[in-house]
């Protein structure tokens, strides 16, 4: 082989570093989530555990950024071919969704509280307000994307380019990411309040 083709091989097998720093991104909330998990189970079987039923409203909100995900990759289909109004459209749905999941768990904190589960009188309540409102702030991080990127798309002319699909696909990574993760956070909230 000669030094071109190297060259060529090189390039074809090299990650992207803006999808790498995603992905690198998401690994180190899936560890510190990983540490919350364990530390949630572990403090559990020491006793003081007030258990309690996780109100309604965390399955309203795990339903919301589940469609808010669904609304997102539908998005940026429609970006990839090209059809506009629907990428616009599904791009605004996905944002509004994305709002309506913070605004659920905000509603899900209060439904806490009148439960009388409220911040800082048992370990089990402050870990799912802990849990709930780290994840909510991962969100809000995913939304300020969400929000550059629809600024981006009515302000410049729609155009396929390879550079606007990168953004585009690694926002997407990361509101999957962050949609799993609730999902998995909600279960193992149901599971063991």
């Not at 339903?63 to 791009?91: C, D, W």
Request: charged share 10%; with cysteine; aromatic share 14%.
């Amino acid at each position: 082989m000669n030094a071109m083709a190297v060259n060529q091989e090189y390039k074809r097998n090299k990650i992207n570093p803006q999808k790498f720093a995603v992905w690198l991104a998401c690994a180190s909330i899936t560890m510190m989530f990983t540490a919350l998990t364990s530390a949630y189970i572990v403090r559990q079987a020491g006793g003081n555990w007030l258990e309690f039923r996780l109100p309604g409203i965390f399955l309203a909100s795990t339903m919301t950024i589940v469609a808010s995900s669904i609304a997102l990759h539908g998005s940026f289909l429609a970006y990839k071919n090209g059809k506009e109004q629907l990428y616009k459209t599904l791009l605004l749905l996905g944002l509004a969704l994305g709002f309506a999941f913070v605004i659920t768990q905000y509603q899900g904190w209060v439904a806490l509280q009148n439960i009388g589960v409220p911040l800082k009188t048992n370990p089990s309540g402050d870990f799912v307000y802990a849990i709930s409102g780290l994840h909510a702030a991962h969100v809000l991080g995913g939304i300020v994307a969400l929000i550059i990127g629809a600024i981006r798309a009515f302000s410049m002319p729609f155009k396929v380019t390879e550079r606007r699909k990168l953004r585009q696909e690694m926002t997407l990574t990361y509101w999957h990411f962050v949609d799993l993760l609730w999902v998995y956070l909600f279960a193992l909230l149901t599971l063991y309040s």
